[in-house]
């Protein structure tokens, strides 16, 4: 379990273990990171309060309370939405606090999805639904407003509102991991510091609470531990009804991937998939049985033990990532989840054909690699990265060529990228894999290269074109998908305010416009970069122009000599004679007086345009 608890903050947190006088011992499962960040914040007014956070939702969230109490006892427990009411029914002696989801929340979250091109809904637990539809009618907002009560209904409704041309919600955490899964975009509704001030305040009027559960039945019984496999039961809620898995760091992310999945495993009586933990993989066999009433899933875990590379040189098993993880970098495959490029993505997820990606630097191939193997049939194996600009002579051999390669007894998902810098010995090697060893057939193969106008064609790419049968996807600059702009600047601005706890509502309709206009040589990795920067430098509801201009006008000053010229020629005579003076003064060392001297024109005049765009930079030689 990752544990998220943060401590010596002021008086109101503690690490875990400390001993305080306090008079209040609170318990918070909170839905992301950014919300965990506020209250943490807010808690240090409350000095009789001692806090102790965690990021978790409903079932997660149920087990780690669960394991918390059983190292320390806490008066209450604070949670929110679906997560809270779960917590109710689950633990009806203990005092659950809900941290209530204002007008106000909903408001930001609606009015950041209105900036989006295209169909969307908001999908909530019942109290934040109620309260989006009270906005909606107050505010005559035409906007679909669904309600779930369990993921497996989010499961469900995402699907429908799929299948009808949606492709963003609006909702609580669940719903914001379930679109996700689908390849949807998602605005996560956040709780502002309002409530959970109001919520905190609540708990500081409580005075006496009930003590931890007295007399809790033990539900898990000891197993044979010779058993050469790990073998768990768990009912249909995903607890673990009885287990023979010992308390190691590899075996308890085994166990919480296990839970993770009974989703899966009412699917069908009969399940199978293969997941690495640490330096071993396990083939997991689940059965669906019926006894006594009740639904239980007998989960096997047999390890195989493999020879898996480290994370370094050339080639690397890409580790799971974190399915809770709402956060801007881990997010795959976002700049693929928009207009027509999420529809290739979909239809590569769907093909059992080798993928082949060719893009400008920055379109966003890895990611687009990582979209294919998350939502693709093959996305309970291993997922193996080989970087053919890195990769040696003797990394290949002993991936390739040894009895104990994984690829010989596991079905596996290989990204070979960068094809382009292959050298021609182990050009030579892969073709003859690809040819003699039936590798597109046995695995998931994706290959990547990196293509630009005016230079040398990728022999490799031109053989997997002509000599293999294979999905070709081109990730495309951004200059070649401007009308993407404004909806991708909406996705990752929701992303960064969980990541960040900001609450920005979007972009002024000037900062619009430079995002549009701007020619962003850098592609989607730059685009990503300014608009972090933005939200970082961001006090108010709404990013400015001129935060947008300060933001690329670093990446100008930034940039490498080579690409010093780069200039839009579609901006106006004004921004190309500033664009111009920047890049004179980098050369120059922020020398004023010989920037003048080089342009031909006055001080007075380069420190004229230099204020007229409200630059912050200090130039030398005034």
């Known amino acids: 379990m990752r544990d998220l608890q943060n401590g010596n903050l002021a008086a109101a947190v503690f690490y875990e273990g400390d001993w305080c006088m306090k008079t209040i011992n609170v318990l918070a499962i909170l839905p992301y990171e950014g919300m965990k960040e506020i209250i943490i914040n807010a808690a240090k007014e409350f000095e009789e309060i001692s806090l102790y956070a965690y990021v978790g939702d409903l079932e997660e969230g149920v087990r780690i309370v669960k394991e918390r109490s059983d190292d320390q006892e806490y008066d209450l427990i604070i949670s929110r939405g679906g997560t ?61 407003v669904h309600t779930i009560r369990s993921e497996q209904e989010a499961v469900e409704l995402l699907k429908k509102l799929q299948k009808a041309g949606y492709t963003m919600v609006v909702g609580d955490m669940i719903t914001a991991l379930v679109a996700k899964r689908f390849g949807m975009n998602p605005v996560l509704i956040m709780s502002g510091r309002e409530s959970i001030d109001m919520t905190l305040r609540q708990a500081q009027q409580l005075a006496v609470m009930k003590k931890k559960i007295s007399g809790e039945c033990e539900i898990l019984k000891s197993m044979q531990q010779t058993l050469p496999v790990h073998f768990t039961v768990l009912d249909e809620q995903g607890n673990v009804v009885e287990s023979n898995v010992k308390n190691t760091e590899e075996n308890d992310r085994y166990l919480a991937f296990v839970r993770e999945n009974i989703e899966l495993f009412k699917k069908k009586s009969d399940f199978y998939l293969e997941r690495r933990f640490g330096k071993t993989i396990f083939i997991i066999h689940s059965a669906r049985r019926e006894m006594d009433g009740k639904t239980l899933f007998f989960v096997y875990g047999r390890s195989v033990y493999m020879e898996v590379p480290e994370k370094k040189g050339g080639i690397f098993l890409a580790e799971e990532a974190d399915s809770e993880g709402y956060v801007f970098e881990s997010s795959f495959g976002v700049i693929n989840s928009v207009g027509q490029a999420r529809e290739a993505i979909l239809q590569c997820c769907d093909s059992r054909l080798p993928v082949l990606i060719l893009g400008e630097p920055g379109t966003g191939k890895d990611a687009a690699a990582s979209s294919i193997y998350h939502m693709g049939y093959n996305r309970g194996g291993a997922y193996f990265i080989i970087d053919c600009e890195l990769v040696t002579g003797k990394e290949w051999n002993q991936f390739f060529e040894k009895p104990t390669s ?186 004023q007086k010989r920037t003048a001297e080089r342009l031909k024109v006055s001080r007075t005049t380069i420190w004229r345009i230099l204020k007229e765009h409200e630059t912050d930079l200090q130039p030398k030689g005034v």
């Open 406 to 591: 994984p690829l010989l007894d596991v079905n596996c998902t290989i990204y070979f990228k960068n094809i382009q810098a292959l050298s021609s010995v182990t050009e030579k090697k892969l073709r003859d894999l690809i040819e003699y060893t039936n590798l597109c057939k046995r695995n998931q193969i994706i290959f990547s290269a990196v293509v630009r106008r005016g230079e040398e064609k990728c022999l490799m790419a031109e053989y997997i074109l002509n000599r293999v049968k294979c999905f070709l996807l081109q990730a495309l600059p951004i200059q070649q998908r401007k009308k993407d702009v404004k909806s991708l600047s909406v996705i990752y601005l929701n992303a960064l305010n969980v990541e960040l706890g900001k609450q920005i509502i979007g972009f002024e309709p000037e900062a619009e416009e430079e995002l549009m206009n701007y020619h962003w040589p850098g592609n989607v990795t730059q685009l990503k970069r300014v608009l972090r920067e933005a939200v970082m430098r961001t006090k108010e509801c709404y990013i400015t122009r001129n935060n947008i201009r300060m933001c690329i006008r670093n990446e100008i000053f930034l940039a490498p000599d080579e690409n010093v010229y780069n200039i839009n020629l579609e901006q106006s005579l004004y921004d190309i004679t500033y664009e111009i003076v920047c890049m004179v003064m980098k050369q120059e060392n922020m020398n």
């Open 84 to 144: 809270a009411e779960l917590l109710k029914k689950e633990l009806k002696d203990r005092t659950i606090l809900e941290i209530q989801t204002s007008f106000e929340d909903v408001f930001h979250a609606v009015l950041l999805a209105r900036n989006y091109q295209e169909k969307f809904a908001i999908v909530s637990f019942p109290v934040i639904a109620q309260r989006a539809k009270e906005l909606c009618v107050l505010l005559r907002y035409d906007i679909e």
